[in-house]
């Protein structure tokens, strides 16, 4: 199945739905984000991208979020219960290679309210299963080399180990970063989306509330 340029719409679940970014999303995602402790772990690179204020988050937005042909980025909100429609991160397919038919899930941070949940493994059944819907046969994964917490989450979804891509990118700090690289072959989907789905159906089928 040659891969086409899936279109961008909303990806609704039992969670969370992922709405497609639009700028008027950024001081939502202002305040679910522009946490230390998101920044800490490679978002944004590094520490050093946090900006002080809602202008310079503002800026960093709207460099960050391209919508077109080679990057969808999507705004997640929550699904049901009070806090239905709340904005708790966001994530995007990117580096968008039809040719060769691959892709890159990342640009990936969430409130840290919702680190824990159904919120991460159902984020990534919908978009795991967008691309690999339309034609997709490999969809990269990646971290910074030292954000334990992130590779664990990866290496969780059933996700394959590549390497560490050594001297990668600045950080917003200007020391480099390795890039550990994970990916996901199409052969390989039905296994990760089986396991995604039970860990969702495992899950307390109470909508998520941020307490």
Do not use: C
């Not at 997709?136 to 390497?163: H, Y």
């Not at 890039?179 to 052969?187: C, G, N, P, Q, R």
């Amino acid at each position: 199945m040659t891969a086409v340029l899936p279109p961008a719409e909303p990806l609704v679940g039992r969670f969370i739905r992922l709405d497609p970014y639009v700028p008027a999303d950024v001081p939502d995602l202002y305040r679910a984000l522009a946490k230390p402790e998101v920044f800490a772990g490679g978002y944004g690179g590094g520490p050093a991208g946090l900006a002080e204020d809602f202008a310079g988050y503002e800026r960093f937005a709207l460099t960050q979020w391209h919508l077109g042909p080679k990057h969808l980025p999507w705004t997640i909100r929550l699904v049901g219960g009070p806090d239905a429609g709340t904005v708790v991160g966001t994530t995007s397919l990117g580096d968008i290679d039809l040719h060769n038919e691959g892709a890159h899930v990342g640009w990936t941070a969430y409130d840290p309210r919702v680190w824990g949940t159904a919120v991460n493994p159902e984020a990534k059944l919908l978009i795991l299963g967008l691309a690999f819907d339309h034609g997709f046969g490999r969809v990269k994964i990646q971290a910074d080399a030292v954000n334990a917490r992130s590779r664990a989450a990866i290496a969780k979804l059933g996700a394959q180990f590549e390497g560490i891509m050594r001297h990668d990118k600045r950080r917003a700090d200007g020391s480099w970063r390795d890039t550990a690289i994970y990916s996901v072959l199409a052969d390989e989907w039905p296994a990760v989306r089986a396991g995604l789905e039970s860990r969702l159906g495992a899950a307390d089928p109470a909508p998520i509330t941020l307490g």
